[in-house]
């Protein structure tokens, strides 16, 4: 009977314990993306933003996650950004398809504000 209670004492520590909190890891961005969700995965996305503040990953993840939102002004913020930081360290540090995203991603923005500020020049002004 004293067994008993001993593991029923036991037991019932465990279960007042909390469950240990998983690390935020750089690459959680992207985990499951799911088109229906996508502000609370930018919500999500901010906070891997913020825990890796010199890592250029999280915002090139997070760019994709506004360009699917149609944010393309904050989705160009973050790949600025990111190409910025990406710029600051040694080339040998980063991936090389980090640096092919951000570079493609850069060009896509920088053709999208031309293609606006074109388009805005084209239309007859009230």
Do not use: W
Not at 22 to 34: A, F, G, I, P, Y
Not at 63 to 69: E, I, K, P, R
Not at 114 to 126: C, E, L, N, Y
């Amino acid at each position: 009977m004293a067994a008993l209670a001993g593991l029923l004492l036991l037991a019932g520590g465990c279960a007042e314990e909390p469950l240990p909190q998983r690390q935020v890891r750089s690459d959680d961005c992207l985990q499951t993306v799911q088109l229906d969700q996508l502000k609370e995965q930018i919500r999500r996305c901010d906070a891997v933003v913020a825990a890796f503040p010199t890592n250029p990953g999280p915002l090139n993840d997070r760019y994709l996650l506004h360009s699917l939102a149609g944010n393309e002004i904050a989705a160009c913020a973050d790949i600025n950004r990111a190409a910025a930081l990406a710029r600051s360290k040694p080339p040998a540090s980063l991936d090389p398809q980090l640096r092919t995203d951000l570079n493609l991603r850069q060009q896509l923005c920088r053709e999208g504000s031309t293609k606006a500020v074109d388009s805005g020049k084209a239309r007859p002004q009230p």
